[in-house]
């Protein structure tokens, strides 16, 4: 191994010293993504209350995610703006059946977002680029 090495590294110092960089600005088409995506469920309304789960950074379809107390409002954050944006559904049921009680989400131009339950769910998908 050290000998491929040792053949390698004259190679790698002649393209590290070779020809300049261009560093000239270009355009690269990227779009602003929003990650760092955090769901919170609480007992309470308002977002307040014991915290009854947390999940970051999870994508599209996933787990069922259940609690052994009700929820009463979740907060669904992530790091910037754009879309697209995290969504939850919450369902009555233990294992994400029975009657769907809230769909939760983030309005345009805003971080996060708090959303009460009328009901208490006991179970809950996130959703994210779906």
Same mark, same amino acid.
């Given at each position: ?13 002649? %393209? ?5 960089? @261009?560093?000239? =600005? +270009? ?5 602003? #993504?929003?990650? *760092? ?38 907060? %669904? ?5 754009? @879309?697209?944006? =995290? +969504? ?5 049921? #233990?294992?994400? *059946? ?33």
């Amino acid at each position: 191994m050290l000998f491929k090495l040792a053949a390698i590294l004259p190679m790698l110092a002649t %393209l590290a010293i070779g020809a300049p960089l @261009n560093e000239t =600005p +270009t355009e690269a088409g990227l779009v602003v #993504r929003s990650g *760092d995506r955090q769901a919170s469920v609480y007992s309470g309304s308002g977002c307040s209350g014991v915290t009854l789960g947390a999940d970051r950074n999870f994508g599209c379809g996933g787990t069922c995610h259940q609690t052994s107390s009700p929820i009463f409002s979740i907060l %669904l954050v992530q790091e910037n703006v754009g @879309n697209p944006k =995290p +969504t939850a559904s919450l369902f009555a049921g #233990r294992n994400c *059946d029975g009657e769907q009680v809230a769909s939760a989400g983030i309005f345009a131009g805003e971080h996060s977002g708090c959303t009460n339950l009328g009901k208490g769910a006991y179970s809950y998908y996130l959703y994210y680029d779906c």
